[in-house]
């Protein structure tokens, strides 16, 4: 039979925020490349590290562009996701997503797996080669 | 059969069947969306009373099912930049937060082994459609712990097809229980101040031991933190149910 839900709410759990901790990508962040470069795969003892990002404060987020230490050589990434809540409706991805670009915008991978938010494409004209290489969009 | 009197017995008729309307049955199971309560504090009532007229103006133009933490929703919006201007996002609500207009939902999915979170406004206009795929509860009020338990769990596919239900069954509560990738967790969820179900913790018995250290057992006799729902809830439903039938 329908029972009538009576509800007595102790609110001592709206306090206690269970969300996570929130990260953007700064200097010194591990990021996770996800094209199918050959730098961005091949294993290495040091994971790859942010370490300047082209921006007035130095934090970087979706479709900033990155300096990376990457194998011992430095090269330039694009940010594609991070793990810190944006606005409502963007994504929130599990790692920070960086794809690898050369100095003139064009990215040196020729496949990207991963999803990538449709926000990129707002900025259509900088990165129309990474999002034409680009499958999933979320 | 033959009375003490020795004359037959009066006539009996057979007991009446007992019809069990489902009809009715079906309108005593009501549900009221969280974010309608208002939450405990001193604000003039008016505010959340001009916020409901507003809701329910919205639930007018789209319909907002009803839904629970753990069901599986997929949630069209629309977006400037996509094809076809329009997203669809399949996941599962992990968590329902926020009151009045501010309500919001997260719906976790995991696509081609990276996880996406996205938290949406129920209220907000781009909003173009909300299904229900799925609608269960589990035990748990906030599925956050999902992020640290295997991919597998928040793995739902983006074209799924609606599972059907019939309109008077219970909602059913999944008793799934969770395992964890190995630690560390983004928070300790063995912790009583989670006070979470829905894991199997494959703790060492004294990891679970000590993480009891940390349980505040009086909190849950603390009068001043109580908060009894049941009469608001009951008025606002009036209302809210009321107003709809316009």
Known sequence: ?138 | RISSDGKPAKFQPPPKPVIIDKQKQREERRFLSPEFIPPRGRTDPLKFYIERKDMIQRRKVINIPEFYVGSILAVTTADPYANDKTNRFVGICIQRGGKGLGATFVLRNVIEDQGVEVCYELYSPRIQAIEVLKLEKRLDDNLMYLRDALPEYSTFDMNMKPVSRLDHEEIPVNKLQVRMKPKPWSKRWERPKYNIKGIKFELPEKKMKEAQKWSQPWLEFDMLREYDTSKIEDKIWKEVSEELKK
């Open chain 1, 1 to 138: 039979q329908g029972l009538l839900r009576r509800s007595l709410s102790h609110s001592f759990l709206s306090f206690a925020s269970i969300t996570g901790a929130r990260q953007a990508i700064q200097k010194l962040t591990r990021v996770r490349v996800v094209d199918n470069s050959a730098l961005g795969n091949t294993p290495y003892h040091r994971p790859p590290k942010c370490i300047h990002v082209y921006n007035k404060t130095g934090v970087g987020k979706v479709g900033d562009t990155i300096l990376l230490a990457i194998k011992g050589e430095k090269k330039k990434a694009l940010i594609v996701g991070h793990k810190m809540p944006g606005p409502t409706v963007t994504p929130r991805f599990d790692s920070n997503n960086v794809v690898l670009i050369e100095d003139n915008g064009n990215p040196t991978g020729t496949r990207i797996k991963t999803p990538i938010p449709y926000i990129l494409r707002r900025r259509e004209g900088e990165f129309s080669k990474v999002l034409a290489i680009a499958r999933n969009f979320v």
